[in-house]
């Protein structure tokens, strides 16, 4: 019986993978606001009726390859922080910032689902919530560590947070990291939004006929966010 159970499983792990692989495709030739179940079954030979048996709806396999892209990103972002070691913490920052980008340039359409426009009528469930945060994690990680080192140094010339964002960064540290200043916390928010929108602008084409260098504007800009959190170069 386990020998039985373990082909099914196998059997129905590779269907999954033909459907997702697919659906992929699918995303990058029409888009994620186009993606049908009845397409991919289609694609793939089944009738929609054998398609639902793995994914129900339309927003149940969006939910899934959501998963699978935040997964593979983060991923990425960790393997380069385990990369750098014991490096000082700027560079160790800007390993993972690389890192991100770079999965994003190599699979621009997935990045699309994650950081493009909302998908009509979808709403991402609590199932993506902790994949969408592992990048983030590495990041809080590398000043978590620089500020348990003592190697913490904020910006006195830097404008304090508003009360209303520090109300914010007690709430999030509450949840992710309580020993960190608040301060560092609101700019920790910050400095992700701006990662990911210059992430954006180049994947995007935004920067066309704008930066050309763009390898060092990123590395760059990187280093200017792990200086905006606290950071230096000299740790």
């Known amino acids: 019986m386990n020998a039985v159970r373990e082909a099914r499983e196998r059997a129905r792990a590779e269907v999954t993978r033909a459907i997702k692989d697919e659906a992929r495709r699918r995303l990058a030739a029409e888009g994620a606001d186009r993606l049908s179940l009845r397409a991919v079954a289609r694609e793939l030979g089944m009738v929609s009726s054998a398609l639902y048996r793995y994914f129900p709806s339309r927003d149940d396999l969006l939910t899934a390859l959501i998963v699978d892209a935040y997964d593979a990103l983060g991923e990425e972002a960790e393997k380069a922080s385990a990369r750098a070691g014991d490096a000082p913490p700027v560079r160790r920052w800007v390993e993972v910032c690389r890192a991100a980008r770079a999965w994003a340039l190599a699979h621009p359409h997935e990045y699309a689902l994650l950081y493009g426009s909302p998908v009509p009528g979808y709403r991402a469930p609590q ?90 504007f990123f590395d760059s800009n990187a280093t200017g966010l792990a200086h905006a959190v606290g950071l230096r170069d000299d740790e």
């Open 127 to 216: 199932a993506t919530v902790e994949p969408a945060s592992r990048v983030a994690a590495v990041l809080i990680g590398v000043v978590r560590e620089a500020h348990a080192a003592g190697a913490l140094r904020l910006d006195p010339r830097a404008a304090e947070p508003q009360p209303e964002v520090l109300r914010d960064a007690d709430r999030l540290a509450e949840e992710m990291c309580p020993e960190l200043p608040r301060p560092v916390i609101a700019r920790l928010v910050a400095t992700w939004a701006q990662l990911f929108g210059l992430i954006s602008f180049e994947v995007f084409g935004h920067f066309t006929k704008v930066v050309e260098a763009r390898d060092a």
